[in-house]
């Protein structure tokens, strides 16, 4: 299995790519989103929750410690370039396919009886299945999940991280 990884993340090494930064919402495949993006940071500007910040390059990323994105839009209408838009090559799409997943430091994966992500989780995508011992299994719909971040904002040892659904199966552990 081969693994595209950027430039950055190979001089960084990052050689599985799981650092990736996750752009705002709605933007525009990659090397699209690099060429139109000017760096105004219009977006983060105009992003009522301060998610958004200069990344790598000063292109915008969405810092999800500071919260999750209720996908208001207001990144999108202030883009001027076109780098984040509802509608790309003609089509409508979503803000993104994200759906979170479990890391191992985990606290539940740890004996620790923490549920705060499940509590907080307005798509209830994540769930927890009582194991031997009085543990907690934690699991994420990632069908369910809407990537909004809120999960990894409120998690105390930011144990979850997000990838494309479509590289996600339907049940996965979580925090």
């Known amino acids: 299995m081969s693994i595209s990884i950027s430039r950055t993340q190979f001089l960084r090494g990052d050689f599985s790519g799981r ?19 000017t760096r105004c940071n219009a977006c983060a500007d105009d992003c009522p929750r301060g998610l958004l910040r ?14 999750g994105c209720s996908f208001c839009g ?30 191992d430091h985990c606290l539940s994966l740890h004996g620790v009886l923490c549920r705060v992500c499940g509590e907080h989780c307005g798509a209830d995508a994540i769930r927890f299945r009582p194991e031997l011992g009085g543990r907690l299994q934690p699991l994420i719909d990632a069908q369910a999940c809407n990537g909004c971040g809120t999960c990894y904002a409120v998690c105390p040892s930011h144990a979850l991280a997000f990838a494309e659904r479509a590289t996600q199966s339907t049940s996965q552990p979580a925090s």
């Not at 650092?19 to 993006?37: G, H, K, M, N, T």
């Not at 370039?81 to 509608?87: M, S």
């Open 19 to 37: 650092r990736a930064s996750q752009r705002p919402p709605w933007a525009v495949p990659e090397a699209r989103f690099v060429d139109l993006c």
């Open 54 to 67: 200069a990344g790598a390059g000063g292109y915008p990323v969405i810092d999800f410690s500071r919260g």
């Open 74 to 103: 207001e990144c999108v209408d202030a883009c001027a370039q076109g780098a984040l838009t509802r509608r790309f090559q003609g089509v409508e799409h979503t803000p993104w396919r994200l759906a979170a997943h479990v890391e």
